[in-house]
């Protein structure tokens, strides 16, 4: 599919918004529902295309699942020994968090699966699940020496493990979780700063024994899931497009309801906050087991700040949509310590420097990072999406303090995560 988007500048930005429900959250809801006992109803899933390969993952393996007029899916768990051998291979798309949960959860399994996905999601790294659970006594094979999907899973019996992660990444945290729903002791995961933590809260709104310690977290066997009703805030890296767009225009003033705020997720407001940008959280509360707020967002004058460290697993898919907001900032925007860019949907880093050079913007890479001069405003011009959902949405926020219209190649990506991002832009621009 070769979509493509010509976006205008905006004079104005005003109004009113809720973004969909949280990404992380839902693919998390279909997988610990389905190994619950009993019904699971889930409020706010989100309908995008990552969502459903789980979705359909789930019920190849024979889990029952009824997508509900209002959009709630309403899910018959088969309880952790319930699910039976998929009939064909399991196509996980472009969502690198089905493949590697996933991967976790069927080593565990007492029959054989085999995962793929698309072009994308078969380049990226499968090691850095595949060798923890290796250790655990799982058996799985993969393209590339095991690094690649289509990736082979013989499920069989597993060892609980202690795992010091050299990465903070809450996929290879939660696939070690979920494979130790199944092993014959505790298993621990260690990382070096804490990624999102949507799988231990769930697991433990579930019922399982999970054990979050500094530095890392244990979860104990053999549990009773119970199914239980979620409600899905709306996801902050869907509202974070919205909150530069909000900060980048003159005047703006945006209303974002119902967005996710865990604070192993929230780091693009503390990062756009140090920027000077103006984000106020209203009505703070609590769903399922996850904070909550309103943001009010306005129209403000950003400067640049050094960007690294324990911050950045807490904003890591946010980093296209900030680098847009730096363009805009006064002086120098440096981002550091964000290797893990380079190995997402597509090189994020390499992508975002490309394509904001061919607009225009001041921006350079490095190994783990970007340095970025603050402009006054971006020339405009076509550019790519590279595939990846977030590249695509960030390229139409800055298009909105461009100069000229900005015309982006392959948009259809943005189904990935966010179906309405198009209508929703077009709602608030007055
Ligand atoms: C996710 C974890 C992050 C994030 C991804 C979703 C999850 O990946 O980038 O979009 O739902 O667990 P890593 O764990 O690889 O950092």
Redesign the pocket.
């Given at each position: 599919m070769n979509e493509t988007r010509t976006v205008v500048p905006a004079r104005s930005l005003h109004g009113e918004i809720t973004v969909p429900g949280d990404?992380?959250?839902s693919?998390?809801s279909i997988m610990l529902g389905s190994l619950a006992q009993g019904t699971t109803r889930v409020h706010g899933f989100l309908h995008g295309e990552d969502n459903h390969a789980t979705l359909k993952a789930f019920r190849a393996m024979g889990v029952t699942i009824e997508e509900l007029a209002d959009g709630d899916l309403r899910i018959e768990g088969k309880g952790l020994h319930g699910l039976t051998e998929p009939g064909d291979v399991i196509d996980c798309g472009n969502s690198?968090?089905t493949i590697?949960?996933m991967t976790g959860l069927l080593a565990g399994q007492t029959f054989f699966s085999v995962l793929t996905g698309d072009r994308y999601l078969r380049k990226r790294p499968m090691k850095?699940v595949l060798n923890p659970l290796s250790t655990m006594g799982a058996q799985i094979w993969g393209r590339g020496g095991g690094d690649l999907a289509p990736l082979a899973i013989l499920g069989g019996p597993l060892k609980g493990t202690e795992y010091n992660s050299p990465?903070?990444?809450?996929?290879?945290?939660?696939a070690l979780l979920l494979a130790g729903l199944y092993a014959d002791g505790p298993t621990t995961v260690r990382e070096p700063h804490l990624?999102?933590d949507?799988?231990e809260r769930m697991l433990r709104y579930f019922g399982a024994d999970v054990r979050p310690f500094a530095g890392g977290v244990t979860v104990f066997p053999q549990p009773k899931l119970e199914g239980r009703e979620v409600c899905v805030p709306g996801d902050i890296?869907s509202a974070a497009f919205f909150m530069v767009a909000a900060l980048i225009v003159p005047g703006a003033e945006l209303l974002i309801r119902n967005v996710g705020v865990n604070p192993t997720r929230s780091g693009v407001i503390d990062i756009l906050q140090a920027m000077g940008g103006s984000i106020e959280l209203l009505n703070s509360r609590e769903l399922s087991g996850e904070p909550v707020a309103d943001l009010l967002v306005h129209g403000s004058r950003l400067k640049g700040i050094e960007i690294g460290g324990a911050v950045v697993?807490r904003a890591?898919?946010e980093f296209p949509v900030i680098s847009v907001a730096a363009c805009f900032a006064e002086g120098t925007t440096t981002i550091r310590d964000a290797k893990?860019l380079r190995?997402?949907?597509t090189d994020r880093i390499a992508a975002m420097v490309e394509e904001l050079t061919t607009l225009g913007g001041r921006v350079e890479a490095c190994e783990d990072g970007m340095v970025i001069g603050g402009v006054e405003s971006l020339t405009g011009g076509t550019v790519k999406s590279h595939g990846d959902h977030r590249i695509a949405m960030s390229l139409a926020i800055a298009a909105l303090r461009a100069r000229n219209e900005v015309t982006i190649v392959d948009t259809a990506c943005t189904a990935t995560?966010f179906p309405d991002f198009w209508p929703l832009l077009a709602a608030i621009r007055v």
């Open positions: 990404k992380s959250i693919h998390r690198g968090t590697r949960l850095r990465i903070s990444s809450a996929q290879v945290k939660s990624s999102r949507h799988s890296s697993p890591i898919d893990e190995v997402k949907e995560s």
